[in-house]
């Protein structure tokens, strides 16, 4: 199996930075992306930004500008750099990937979630 971690959360200021870490671990043979979502109070979860192997990141229109996602295959590892933050990037964010693993001696999709972390912007 593959499981994500998420580290970095916590509470910042308005025009305030932090930065995410989210490290993929277990039995991977490849991972081709990994991405950040993310759940406001009483709202839907959605799309920050994806970063794929071989291509370029994207960005929802909320964030793009002020976030950054960046990848370090060697470490099965995703970042996603904030900056500017702002009151209304408050949320639980999440890190997905899509991965393949193995299992018993085969090769098997994964598309795990990571438990969280949260953001606070406020002064």
């Known amino acids: 199996q593959v499981q994500l971690v998420e580290s970095g959360g916590g509470l910042v200021q308005p025009g305030g930075s932090l930065r995410l870490s989210c490290q993929a671990s277990?039995?991977?043979?490849?991972?081709?992306?990994m991405g950040w979502y993310r759940r406001a109070p009483g709202k839907q979860r959605e799309f920050v930004a994806i970063?794929?192997?071989?291509?370029?990141?994207n960005y929802a229109d909320s964030v793009k500008g002020r976030f950054t996602i960046s990848r370090d295959n060697a470490k099965n590892t995703v970042y996603l750099e904030m900056n500017n933050l702002k009151p209304e990037d408050t949320a639980v964010y999440y890190c997905?990937?899509?991965?393949?693993?193995?299992?018993?001696?085969?090769?098997?999709?994964?598309?795990?979630w990571g438990q969280g972390t949260q953001v606070t912007v406020s002064s």
């Open positions: 997905n990937a899509d991965a393949t693993g193995w299992f018993i001696g085969e090769l098997k999709n994964y598309t795990p």
């Open positions: 277990g039995s991977i043979f490849s991972i081709s992306a």
């Open positions: 970063i794929r192997s071989g291509g370029g990141p």
